[in-house]
C-alpha cells in the first residue's frame, strides 16, 4: 500500500450547520439551509483562515522509584480562530445565536447555539484531510472598523469557535483521511452533522 504524504496545504472548504440541544442537525428555518449544511464556498468568498489550537492538553509527568515512569495527557480546550471573508448576514446572525426583533435588528445573546463544522485541506499528494468538530459555540468580540481611502478596507468576519465534546467520541474533535481505506464521506458527514443524510435537500440557506 502506498504511504500518504503529510502535511498540509491551505483551507479548502469549511461547512457549517446548526445542531439542537440533543446534537441533531436543524433543517430549514430552523437551520442554516434547506438541508441544515451550509457550505462557505467561493460563492460567499471562502474561509482565509482556520487556526486550530489546543488539540491536545499537555503531558503531565508521573513520578516513581525517583524518576519518570509515565505520563498523562489531559484533553485539550481546543479553539478554532476563523476568518471568513463574507458571510451571509442570516448565517453569521444564527451561528452567533443573535435575536432578530422582526424590524432588521439583531441583539446579541449569551445564550450560544450548538454548531458542528468541518474543515477540510489536502496532504502532498493530493488527498483529503478533514478536521470535524461536531459540537462548539461561536463567538466574535472585536469589529475593527477603519475608513476607506484611495483603497477600501474590508472587514472579515473574525469569529473563535470553541469546542465542546461530542458524546459519542468522548473528545472534541476527530480527523477523517480520505486515503485510509475504510473512508466514507457519507458517514463522517453523518457523525459530524448530527445524522445528515445527503437526501436532505439543498444548501440554500434559510432565511
Same mark, same amino acid.
Given at each position: ?44 468568498? %471562502? ?57 432588521? %435588528? ?102
Amino acid at each position: 500500500m502506498a504511504m500518504t504524504k503529510g502535511g498540509t496545504i491551505g483551507v479548502d472548504l469549511v461547512t457549517l450547520a446548526l445542531l439542537d440541544d440533543s446534537g441533531k442537525l436543524l433543517t430549514g428555518d430552523n437551520g442554516l439551509s434547506t438541508n441544515g449544511i451550509f457550505i462557505i464556498t467561493d460563492e460567499v468568498l %471562502g474561509t482565509n483562515q482556520a487556526n486550530v489550537t489546543n488539540l491536545e492538553g499537555t503531558v503531565t509527568e508521573i513520578y516513581g522509584n525517583n524518576g519518570a515512569v509515565d505520563s498523562s495527557t489531559g484533553k485539550g480546550n481546543t479553539s478554532i480562530a476563523f476568518v471568513f471573508n463574507a458571510l451571509p448576514t442570516d448565517v453569521k446572525h444564527k451561528i452567533l445565536g443573535d435575536v432578530s426583533d422582526g424590524k432588521g %435588528g439583531w441583539l446579541p445573546s449569551q445564550i450560544k447555539p450548538r454548531v458542528a463544522t468541518l474543515i477540510q485541506s489536502h496532504h502532498l499528494d493530493g488527498s483529503d484531510v478533514f478536521y470535524g468538530f461536531g459540537n462548539g459555540k461561536f463567538t466574535m468580540t472585536a469589529l475593527n472598523l477603519q475608513t476607506s481611502t484611495n483603497t477600501e478596507q474590508r472587514v472579515t468576519d473574525q469569529m473563535t469557535y470553541t469546542a465542546l465534546d461530542v458524546p459519542a467520541w468522548k473528545q472534541n474533535h476527530k480527523t477523517y483521511e480520505s486515503s485510509d481505506a475504510g473512508f466514507s464521506e457519507a458517514t463522517m458527514m453523518s457523525e459530524v452533522f448530527g445524522g445528515y443524510t445527503a437526501s436532505t435537500g439543498t444548501t440554500t440557506p434559510a432565511k
